[in-house]
């Protein structure tokens, strides 16, 4: 384990949460270019948001049910 000294205590950098940080702020840059906003955006209703999220849901199942296969 790396640990990083600051002035005002001392911070553990964790690899693994550094590695998904990285992969969050590459796929907003790819979602960014791609539909010209961010998640800041306003124009969607909480219902949308929802079935945006079912969405991506059942695309993680047909993934695991893929590898399962």
Do not use: C, F, P
Not at 29 to 58: C, F, P
Request: negative net charge.
């Amino acid at each position: 384990m790396e640990w990083k000294s600051t002035s005002t205590a001392d911070v553990v950098i964790d690899s693994v949460v550094e590695s998904v940080i990285s992969k969050i702020r590459s796929r907003s840059a790819v979602g960014i270019k791609k539909y010209n906003t961010t998640m800041d955006r306003r124009d969607l209703s909480t219902d949308q948001w929802i079935t945006h999220l079912q969405e991506e849901l059942m695309d993680a199942v047909i993934y695991l049910e893929k590898l399962k296969s």
